[in-house]
């Protein structure tokens, strides 16, 4: 299993407030990016995996919704995730 949860508490305790802060939107971006980088990985081996490809679509879209949260709550935590993760714009 690739996300378990010594995995998650760590992505959270680096880019949340903590361990446990698992509502913040730079945890949860950070997450949707690990899970992002996963399935990307799995599509590359599997290019006719179309349940996948689907669920990588929906991933970004929420990636995407979270970080337009964040660029009008706060312009200078949406660019220090951006540039933390190395997501493009």
């Known amino acids: 299993m690739y996300l378990t949860k010594e995995v998650k508490e760590e992505i959270f305790e680096k880019h949340g407030k903590g361990k446990n802060d698992t509502g913040s939107a730079e945890g949860q ?26 669920s990588l679509v929906k991933l970004v879209g929420k ?19 951006i540039k933390e993760l190395g997501i493009r714009k």
């Open 29 to 54: 971006i950070a997450l949707f990016t690990h899970r992002i980088n996963h399935l990307t990985g799995h599509l590359k081996d599997n290019r006719k995996d179309y349940n996948t490809e689907r």
């Open 63 to 81: 990636r995407r919704s979270l970080l337009d949260y964040l660029i009008k709550k706060d312009v200078l935590r949406y660019r220090a995730i």
